[in-house]
């Protein structure tokens, strides 16, 4: 079993940043791929962005590109997401999920994870 823990999960002005932390533990030898899913009031869940665990190729959903960075910190088994020049659409609550893929690591593939944070919130207002 993988235990997940958010955290970094704010209020902020449009156009600001957060960084968003997930820390890992339990059976993570299990997992090879690792990311944030996000789910707005009304809206479907999406995947935002994922990390290959075991290599560091990311993947990102379009909306985010060129905003967002996932990234790795083994020694602390835990992932981040920077997120900067923040938009109102970004609101939203924040998961992070792993699990271990047979295929690509993806956006895509994350929809099926099985271990899953809390969440977090974040609130970007105008």
């Known amino acids: 079993q993988v235990q997940l823990v958010e955290s970094g999960g704010g209020s902020v002005q449009a156009g600001g940043s957060l960084r968003l932390s997930c820390a890992a533990s339990?059976?993570?030898?299990?997992?090879?791929?690792m990311g944030w899913f996000r789910q707005a009031p009304g809206k479907q869940r999406e995947g935002v962005a994922v990390?290959?665990?075991?290599?560091?190729?990311?993947d990102y959903t379009d909306s985010v590109k060129g905003r967002f960075t996932i990234s790795q910190d083994n020694a602390k088994n835990t992932v981040y997401l920077q997120m900067n020049s923040l938009k109102p659409e970004d609101t939203a609550v924040y998961y992070c999920?792993?699990?271990?893929?047979?295929?690509?690591?993806?956006?895509?593939?994350?929809?099926?994870?099985?271990?899953w944070g809390q969440g977090t919130q974040v609130t970007v207002s105008s």
């Open positions: 339990g059976s993570t030898y299990s997992t090879n791929c």
């Open positions: 999920a792993a699990d271990r893929v047979v295929g690509d690591c993806t956006v895509v593939a994350s929809t099926i994870f099985r271990y």
């Open positions: 990390v290959y665990t075991g290599g560091g190729r990311t």
